[in-house]
């Protein structure tokens, strides 16, 4: 039971605004290997339990046997490269080469929602399994499936997107990602990037910040973090003339294929967290 409260709550975060790639956290890990984890448990759940049902044709527990397989191995590759959660959901899972619905991920997220219709129809007639039994499961798989959702709704463009937190009047703007800058602005914008860029750059706005207000800033690679700066608000600004200041981070070997991100904290307070993708040339 409390698994099962605990799975709500991610949902319930996942479902928040911006609570996809800047919700829960757990252990350092960034919130969308959180979301990866759950999502390849609960896969691993579905086909276990779809692989114990009765079925006519031989064939299909082989099919639902594979599949599941290869749905964990899409997750478990999405995180050990770090791709964005929703990024998994809408095309950047393995086997990228196939249509988006034909992917490890998206495949987890099917196998998810069959096996929460046929638990939750198991419920409806008689079945040896025990009612409490089958209505934990119903739940568990259910909860597991808003998160999905959750992960599908979210634009897969995701690096600019604001969050603001009134207690604080944090309020950055979006997050812009680029390969260059030009007159304090943006050249070459974009949240993807091919492999072996040496520079990205970060642009936000602090117009609506104090001068003595601290930003750090945290640059990650899935979970593993690559630089983190602190300067005030006046220090962010110096030498710039326009609205935005940005932050960069160098790749002096080109950056690997794989799924970035920068967290950016106002006075110790999560202000914004943007992620880009690197894919292979």
Known sequence: MLFLVALGLVALTAWLP????????????????????????????????????????????????????????GFLRGISVGTAYP????????????????????????????????????????????ERELMLRTIGLGTALLIVVAGIKTPALIGPYRMSFSKTGADIGPVIFAQGESRDGPNGESNRFPAGVQNVYAFFSVEKLNSNDAVRLVWFKGGDELSETSKNVAELRAGHQSKLVWTRQGFPSGAAVGGYFVEIDVNDRLAAEASFVVNPR
């Not at 990228?96 to 495949?107: D, E, N, R, V, W």
């Open 18 to 73: 911006g609570g996809v790639t800047g919700g829960i956290r757990i252990l350092g890990q960034s919130t969308s290997t959180v979301l990866s984890v759950v999502t390849l448990g609960a896969t691993a759940a579905a086909g276990a339990y779809l692989l114990r049902l009765s079925w006519r044709r031989r064939w299909i527990p082989f099919a639902i046997g594979l599949l599941t397989a290869y749905a964990v191995f």
């Open 87 to 130: 990024h998994l959901l809408q095309g950047e899972s393995f086997w990228k080469a196939m249509p988006c619905l034909l992917q490890g991920s998206t495949i987890g997220g099917l196998l998810i929602a069959t096996a929460t219709i046929y638990s939750g129809a198991q419920s409806g007639r008689q079945s040896t399994t025990p």
